[in-house]
Each structure stands twice: as structure tokens, then as C-alpha cells.
């Protein structure tokens, strides 16, 4: 009898690194949300655009109150913590080179929104993204960031 997709080789593990199978999810943007992908993919990378903003107040806009990350590395990050990085980061000049690609946006709720894609930085680093973001009267607001390396996939 072959072996199920996704059996994990150790069990108490939900994701292994050696799953039988690695099959995507099939991941598309409903039609009706072209005007929000094209809006949406404006703003990203998140905090990297330097026409929407580089001061402290300008980040404090773009989120949430209850805005919160989960780094590449794992770490989660409060609001606080990720505003105090991006004003000491922007505190001097520099660059990055920032290539997106692959963007999908899924509706979670009314005015509520996933946007996905894939980042390479600096012609090294992929990642791959998530935002929440929330349509509000004052602007479009991000609730949730994650980064995950994928090298090699």
C-alpha cells in the first residue's frame, strides 16, 4: 500500500521537512478583487516605500493598533518594537533592492484582506510574505506581517 501524501516521518511533528509530498495549495486571486491585488501590490513591500512614508508617523498610519509581526526568523514583533526599528533604520540613508513577485490576494472578511507574494532582497534573500490588511475610511492599514525564508524552494 503506498504511503499518504504529507506523512510525516516523525509524528509528533505537524509539518516535517521530509513530507512524502510538497503539493501547493492552489492559490488564486478572485477576478473581483483585481482593484484591491493592484492597490495592495503598491503598498508592498511594506515599509519600503519610500512615497508612502519614512518618518515614524508615517508608519504609525499605515498600522493598526494591534499591528504585530512574525519575522523571517520566527520572532514576533509588537508594533512598538517594529516602529522603533524603522525609525532608527530610516534615521540614515540607505538602500535595498527589492523584487516581488508572485502576489495573490484572498478576501478574509469585509474590508479585510491577504495579500501574499514572494521577496527577494538584495538579489539573495527570498522570502516568502503575508499581510493582513484592513480597508478603513482613513486609508488601507496593515493588522499582520509575516516573512518566511524559503531558500531553496
Given at each position: 500500500m503506498p504511503a499518504p501524501l504529507c506523512t510525516p516521518s516523525v509524528p509528533w511533528r505537524l509539518y516535517p521537512y521530509d513530507m512524502v509530498d510538497e503539493r501547493e495549495p492552489e492559490r488564486r486571486t478572485d477576478p473581483e478583487l483585481a482593484g484591491?491585488?493592484?492597490?495592495?501590490?503598491?503598498?508592498?513591500?511594506?515599509?519600503?516605500?519610500?512615497?508612502?512614508?519614512?518618518?515614524?508617523a508615517d508608519f504609525?498610519?499605515?498600522?493598526?493598533?494591534?499591528?504585530?509581526?512574525?519575522g523571517a526568523s520566527g520572532q514576533r514583533y509588537s508594533r512598538e518594537c517594529v516602529l522603533d526599528e524603522l525609525e532608527r533604520r530610516f534615521a540614515e540613508p540607505h538602500s535595498d533592492v527589492w523584487e516581488t513577485s508572485d502576489f495573490r490576494c484572498?478576501?478574509?472578511?469585509?474590508?479585510?484582506?491577504?495579500?501574499?507574494?514572494?521577496?527577494?532582497?538584495?538579489?539573495?534573500?527570498?522570502?516568502?510574505?503575508?499581510?493582513?490588511?484592513?480597508?478603513?475610511?482613513?486609508?488601507?492599514?496593515?493588522?499582520?506581517?509575516?516573512?518566511?525564508?524559503?531558500?531553496?524552494?
Open positions: 484591491v491585488l493592484a492597490e495592495l501590490m503598491d503598498r508592498e513591500p511594506i515599509f519600503h516605500r519610500p512615497e508612502l512614508g519614512t518618518t515614524r504609525e498610519r499605515m498600522t493598526a493598533n494591534e499591528f504585530w509581526e512574525v484572498q478576501r478574509l472578511a469585509e474590508d479585510l484582506y491577504l495579500l501574499t507574494y514572494t521577496l527577494l532582497q538584495d538579489r539573495v534573500r527570498l522570502t516568502r510574505r503575508s499581510t493582513v490588511w484592513r480597508r478603513t475610511l482613513d486609508g488601507w492599514k496593515i493588522v499582520f506581517h509575516q516573512g518566511t525564508i524559503a531558500q531553496g524552494a
